[in-house]
Nanobody
Framework: EVQLQASGRGSAQAGGSLRLSCAASGLRFYDYAIGWFRQAPGKEREGVSCISMIDGSITYAESVKGRFTISSDNAKNTVYLQMNSLKPEDTADYFC???????????????????????WGQGTLVTVSS
């Protein structure tokens, strides 16, 4: 059974940094793409960043480009999201998702779209104060 566990819940002041982790189990890491998403109160779910071990691609949303960095430790089946230069608008519930080869290819490699992913973890709350 595929399971995803997000961690790194915390608070920071504007300009600060936090790191989130997504630990996966029940899957072969090289066969999956992993994405980070966030949802703020009253807003739609937003794709933040994704990394594909299937084709080696990395993608960032324009809103976080240059501030956030996604990386993977394949031996640990873990993906990280390093968040620097945080802004109050980064406040949201963050969660990770996984897509297998069939899901990824069927979606035409739409790494930042939620419909690509068939497996979802629970969210972890990030709060950034002014």
């Amino acid at each position: 059974e595929v399971q995803l566990q997000a961690s790194g819940r915390g608070s920071a002041q504007a300009g600060g940094s936090l790191r989130l982790s997504c630990a996966a189990s029940g899957l072969r890491f090289y066969d999956y793409a992993i994405g980070w998403f966030r949802q703020a109160p009253g807003k739609e779910r937003e794709g933040v960043s994704c990394i594909s071990m299937i084709d080696g691609s990395i993608t960032y949303a324009e809103s976080v480009k240059g501030r956030f960095t996604i990386s993977s430790d394949n031996a640990k089946n873990t993906v990280y999201l390093q968040m620097n230069s945080l802004k109050p608008e980064d406040t949201a519930d963050y969660f990770c998702a996984a897509a297998d080869k069939a899901q990824y290819r069927y979606s035409d490699y739409s790494c930042l779209r939620s419909f690509t992913y068939g497996y979802w973890g629970q969210g972890t709350l990030v709060t950034v104060s002014s």
